[in-house]
């Protein structure tokens, strides 16, 4: 079986004649004569597309045979045409294309390996095998793009054996029989199977975007070309956002973030003051009181489990606080000491349509029920 891809990654159009059409999981397994599809692998996603009236949903390597996975049957000995969907074949050959880049560089610069690559519907992930840090990220990409920008050729060739053996290139594992390389020229030579740009310069731009610990390496996520332009025009139109609500420059959103959350801490300050100055006065309003139901807006639940905490401590008995609403339903924290509570908790969720628990001598969750239907269940229990 010809693979036109191997010798031609930008031929999308071709004729080939079908071999064979069985049923498969999710459709018809083909196989043709000749095939501009690449399969899946080395990190690459299939093509798709079109064969004669059939839609392409996958494309595997099976045992040497390039299966295409189709929509409809196609009969055995017809000639049909194929049409590769370009603009993810492109897409892809940029990702692929500037992984080769990334990797390369890295290759030669810190000695690290690829051990792992990725390419996925939004992001590209490159496993290395040795820690970077973000400065030496930053390089990295500089290093990239500057290799872009100089638009240099790239190849793609079997070597004859006695070739192959002077050859220094990365490849993840041994190979055996005919091994096709393919070069960067000054930024990577690879053993690899999938479609690539015929120049440094169609991968556009490279943009890393993360980088972490992984494993005894790290992990770096990168977009390129088509990716890259939307992942910025993106970023650039958040920040544009950030700036209308903000009233800041552009590149100032930082400053009056910092500003915004520095103003928020004082408020916050603020209001947990006034907040603690309202559950004093709460228990000093219930001390003595016994068995005590509070509903209390705008409450968090860590607010409501301290305003517990305080009645709880004046009033002598039972305390049960309740912060929310109708339709949004109500938070409760519910305290007593020297009592076991989850009995209640347990019978107070079935009733109120609720969830949660606790301690035995204090317990917190949320209720769906409406008020009347909660002070209903306090005044019987």
């Given amino acids: 079986m010809e693979r036109l891809y191997e010798e031609n990654s930008f031929l999308t159009d071709f004729d080939a004649r079908v071999l064979t059409c069985a049923p498969g999981k999710g459709g018809y397994e083909v196989t043709l004569d000749r095939t501009a599809f690449f399969p899946e692998g080395g990190g690459q996603p299939w093509d798709t597309g079109t064969l004669g009236p059939a839609r ?28 590769v969907d370009w603009d993810r074949r492109f897409d892809l050959m940029q990702q692929h294309s500037g992984e080769h880049i990334v990797s390369g560089l890295a290759h030669a610069k810190w000695g690290c390996d690829n051990v792992g690559f990725h390419l996925g519907a939004e992001l590209v992930t490159i496993d290395l095998s040795a820690e970077l ?22 190849s793609v060739s079997v070597p004859a054996p006695e070739e192959l053996e002077q050859l220094t290139y990365r490849s993840k594992k041994a190979l055996d029989g005919p091994v096709r390389i393919v070069t960067f020229p000054g930024a990577d030579c690879c053993a690899c199977c999938g479609t690539h740009v015929r120049s440094a310069g169609q991968v556009g731009l490279i943009k ?48 009056a973030v910092e500003r915004l959350l520095a103003e928020n801490e004082g408020h916050k300050a603020r209001c947990a003051r006034l907040e603690e100055d309202r559950f004093a006065a709460l228990a000093r309003q ?15 639940p860590d607010a409501l489990r301290r305003l517990c905490d305080a009645v ?6 039972r305390c049960a606080c309740l912060s929310g609403g109708e339709g949004a339903g109500w938070q409760y924290a519910v305290g007593a000491p020297d009592r076991d509570l989850r009995p209640l908790a347990k019978e107070m969720n079935a009733a109120l349509d609720g969830r949660g628990g606790g301690k035995p001598d204090f317990i917190q969750g949320i209720l769906q029920a409406d008020r009347a239907r909660i002070e209903a269940f306090f005044r019987t229990h």
């Fill in 208 to 255: 890393l975007l993360t980088v972490q610990k992984f494993r005894s390496g790290c992990r770096i996520e990168l977009v390129c070309g088509s990716r890259a332009l939307a992942y910025l025009s993106g970023a650039l139109e958040q920040n544009r956002q950030v700036s209308r609500l903000l009233s800041a420059k552009l590149f100032q959103t930082g400053a």
């Fill in 312 to 317: 709880l401590r004046a009033c002598g008995g």
């Fill in 286 to 300: 219930y001390a003595g009181a016994g068995d005590v139901v509070l509903f209390e807006e705008g409450l968090s």
């Fill in 133 to 154: 840090d973000e400065e030496q990220l930053a390089w990295l990409e500089g290093e990239a793009n500057r290799y872009v920008w100089q638009d240099r050729p790239v």
């Fill in 56 to 83: 392409v949903l996958e494309v595997h390597d099976r045992g040497g045979q390039v299966v295409h996975l189709c929509d409809a049957p196609l009969e055995p000995g017809q000639t049909v045409h194929g049409a």
